[in-house]
């Protein structure tokens, strides 16, 4: 499957985005999509995954409650809405593919997904 995101760009502390995940090539309703980003001098974090069949949806704890992810199979889309944007999620943001479904201690481990879009960059500042 080939993913492509999209959405990302400059906003000012406190507000809000809404990240895109176009998937392509395959059944979308097969897979397990998570978005993770990645700051400047940090490593690649997990955020958020919906898995495929159940729907189950995991989140990172610092992300819960400004974070909402959603996937829509009808249209092979999947979003990450960003609420109260703070400087600190600077990051490019990545949504990966993981064929199958996902245990739910495995999620926001990286090595598993072997489908990655190209990244999409946010940038928090005033």
């Known amino acids: 499957v080939q993913l492509v995101e999209s959405g990302g760009g400059l906003v000012q502390p406190g507000g809000s985005l809404r990240l895109s995940c176009v998937a392509s090539?395959?059944?979308?309703?097969?897979?397990?999509i998570t978005w993770f980003r990645q700051a400047p001098g940090k490593e690649r974090e997990g955020i958020s995954s919906?898995?495929?069949?159940?729907?189950?949806?995991y989140y990172a704890e610092s992300m819960k409650g400004r974070f909402t992810m959603s996937r829509d199979n009808a249209n092979n889309t999947a979003y990450l809405q960003m609420n109260d944007l703070k400087p600190e999620d600077t990051a490019i943001y990545y949504c990966?593919?993981?064929?199958?479904?996902?245990?739910?201690?495995?999620?926001?481990?990286?090595?598993?997904?072997?489908?990655w879009g190209q990244g999409t960059q946010v940038t928090v500042s005033s």
């Open positions: 919906i898995t495929t069949r159940n729907g189950a949806q």
């Open positions: 090539g395959s059944p979308f309703g097969l897979y397990t």
């Open positions: 990966a593919a993981y064929r199958g479904l996902m245990h739910r201690n495995a999620w926001s481990n990286q090595k598993l997904y072997r489908s």
